[in-house]
């Protein structure tokens, strides 16, 4: 039924009245759960939706209890749905939508996770994304995420948040959030080996090795991770980039768990990774007649990064626990272009976090309490030809405070305080590309939320909360003149459910959401600008159904409608936002026949403009990706035979816009994927 549901949602009109559709569904369908249960409870088949906890909001409570629009993945779901990088994350949760390498971030409920701009106006300006994406509390770089892949090898869980989460996520956030927990050390041995192989020179090796150096006290884990493979796009090789169409990541990874049994209150895990992407500028299809934004000779992104992450917690007392995490990391980009060409460029810096929480729980669990406080730190100097250097300081402090309080044995309330002060500086350039930005940027941050538990499997509530994200400055290299350009924000209003059903065996999840933004930061031309106002409402809902023993069905769908207010740039006036689908959606299944594991899953996105002032002749009709595998399961691992993007399909995905839309190089839906992956498990 569901998957029927929603092949008839994504071949219908876009804007069809999305919304008010699926507010009714989501009316009939959580409130008149309760009193279809005795009937579903005779039809309840034995498997059990399993009980996540949740870890991005800070509070460890379940999914059930948690009112953020969040998808979660643990490491079972994510090998099922062929999840292997953060892009294919992106794509299986609802109304997002990722275009893959470029400039481009994805975008989450139509907001921009790249920031206001890209490419040269980005650079300018000092990249700052609007999608976090953080590894064991460590956030990425913007072009860790344009340009890296992001294993997923070794990744006990990933938590998508869609919407603000500024107030317990801080900086970069006012789209979503992306919450990635690799698997700590654990006292006993285990080693698992994988390889692949595929079309367009598909290559995986990964490794996993994990043993004990003191018995209950202390373990180590060792992961890497290679994946490669080459753009089908027709791009050439040159000096001194090499092959263009090399789209390479390395990750390795190792961890320290100390728990010493003199001190039982007391972990310790200290983290060490070092990760190299390589890709090229965008696989848009190529174009060499002069000045083409997209030539064969396509200009390739290389970066690394050194991270070292320490985890500490310790147990003051019983309903009492400090913990610590601290980060440093170190990171290099260049941007490589043919001899002789300008704008090659490069990135150096470092970063620094540290992030001390206290926690009391009462005794009757009445009340859970956070208080929290954060520093970050970024230097990095800037380089790019024909442009000039850039120095680029932020720093950031934070303190934050969460409450959940249960108000009855059935209302729960949950407070929640962040006041942020970030300060950014930014000088440098030569001639008119010459800029100094000396500013800080204060706000406070609050999120209100009541959740009503009718019963233990079904949960009904509302939030309020604010977004934020800091100002600017850059150079219009057009006009030839220095501009600046505001903090943004947003306030989000949420109604959400958690069902889970049929003796565990279905859990539903439904989001409704509207936001309100307020100087929401655009690229306007060659200038970013904050445009009057700008509104969004929509819904998300998720379905994850254990059928029987051997079938288990997923679904989830997004819907969305966006618009934007501003008189004084009347080309925007009654737009909808950029890459902002009304539907998004998709929809899978896992059927064991014998040791057997076949897998499929299909994802559709519908129509977009490419650009915020809505050209037609940049608008995306929908699109449908369809993804299948089968497994032969063994004593000690796994054989599998996978396709991506199945059937081929090649429908272009976005348009590049400069001045104005330029079709000759369009982006196309990524080539079919056909490959063997074999991992062994000891």
């Not at 990391?329 to 810096?349: C, L, N, S, Y």
């Not at 501003?566 to 009304?582: C, H, I, L, M, T």
């Amino acid at each position: 039924m569901e998957l029927l549901r929603m092949g008839r949602l994504a071949n219908s009109q876009p804007n069809r009245h999305p919304i008010s559709t699926l507010a009714a569904s989501i009316a009939v369908a959580c409130f008149g759960m309760q009193a279809g249960l005795a009937v579903a409870a005779e039809e309840t088949k034995e498997g059990v939706v399993p009980s996540m906890v949740v870890y991005g909001d800070k509070s460890e409570r379940s999914l059930q209890e948690t009112s953020a629009s969040v998808v979660v993945y643990d490491q079972d779901s994510m090998q099922e749905k062929g999840i292997n990088t953060t892009q294919d994350l992106l794509r299986m949760s609802p109304n997002i939508v990722d275009t893959g390498y470029g400039n481009q971030i994805a975008t989450v409920r139509g907001v921009d996770g790249s920031g206001p701009g890209v490419g040269a106006a980005a650079f300018i300006s000092g990249s700052k994304p609007r999608l976090n994406v953080s590894l064991d509390g460590r956030a990425l770089t913007y072009n860790e995420l344009a340009y890296g892949q992001n294993s997923m090898w070794d990744v006990q869980q990933a938590e998508v948040y869609l919407g603000p989460q500024s107030y317990i996520q801080g900086r970069n956030s006012i789209a979503g959030t992306v919450v990635l927990k690799s698997n700590a050390p654990v006292f006993e041995r285990q080693f698992s080996v994988k390889g692949g192989l595929g079309n367009n020179s598909f290559q995986q090796t990964a490794i996993v090795y994990n043993d004990v150096l003191v018995d209950d006290q202390v373990a180590f884990r060792i992961s890497a991770d290679r994946q490669y493979q080459e753009s089908a796009v027709a791009l050439v090789s040159y000096a001194p980039a090499g092959n263009s169409k090399e789209i390479e990541s390395n990750i390795i990874r190792a961890k320290l768990l100390v728990e010493p049994s003199k001190i039982p209150e007391l972990s310790s895990t200290l983290s060490i990774s070092r990760n190299d992407h390589r890709a090229p500028q965008g696989e848009y299809e190529p174009d060499d007649s002069p000045f083409a934004p997209f030539p064969s000779k396509r200009p390739v992104s290389e970066g690394n990064s050194n991270s070292y992450v320490w985890d500490v917690t310790y147990g003051l007392t019983s309903n009492v626990e400090l913990a610590f995490n601290t980060n440093y990391t170190d990171f290099e980009i260049k941007r490589i272009v043919p001899t002789g060409d300008r704008f090659t460029a490069e990135i150096k810096g470092k970063e620094y976090h540290i992030e001390p929480t206290l926690r009391y729980v009462s005794d009757s669990e009445q009340l859970d309490l956070l208080v929290g406080a954060r520093y970050f730190s970024n230097n990095q100097d800037d380089f790019i030809d024909g442009m000039g250097s850039y120095e680029d300081q932020t720093k950031t402090q934070s303190a934050y405070l969460q409450a959940i309080y249960n108000l009855t044995p059935s209302l729960v309330l949950t407070a929640v305080g962040r006041y942020e002060s970030e300060k950014r500086f930014r000088q440098g350039g030569d001639g008119p590309f010459a800029l100094k930005l000396d500013k800080t940027y204060n706000d406070f941050l609050p999120k209100l939320a009541l959740a009503w538990n009718s019963d233990e499997n079904n949960t009904f509530g509302v939030s309020a909360s604010k977004g934020f994200g800091s100002g600017g400055a850059g150079v219009d290299f057009i006009a030839r003149k220095t501009y600046t350009f505001d903090e943004e924000s947003v306030w989000n209003y949420e109604f959400f459910t958690r069902h889970r059903l049929m003796d565990q065996s279905l859990q539903l999840t439904t989001n409704v959401f509207y936001n309100d933004y307020d100087n929401l930061q655009q690229l306007t031309g060659a200038e970013i600008s904050n445009l009057d106002e700008a509104k969004s409402y929509g819904a998300e809902a998720t379905m994850d159904w254990y059928a029987t023993q051997d079938l288990s069905v997923f679904a989830n769908m997004g819907l969305l409608k966006t618009k934007i207010s501003d008189r004084a740039k009347s080309v925007y006036e009654g737009k909808e936002f950029a890459r902002a689908p009304g539907v998004t959606g998709a929809a899978g299944l896992n059927y064991w026949l014998g040791d057997f594991e076949l897998n499929g899953n299909v994802q559709y996105v519908g129509d977009y403009y490419s650009t915020t002032d809505n050209d037609e002749v940049g608008k995306i009709s929908g699109y449908t990706t369809v993804n299948a595998s089968i497994a032969y399961v063994f004593d000690y691992g796994h054989a599998k035979l996978f396709a991506n993007n199945l059937f081929d399909s090649n429908d272009v995905i976005l348009y590049e816009a400069r001045g104005q839309v330029y079709t000759d190089s369009p982006l196309l839906q990524k080539s079919r994927t056909v490959g063997l992956l074999v991992q062994l498990d000891f």
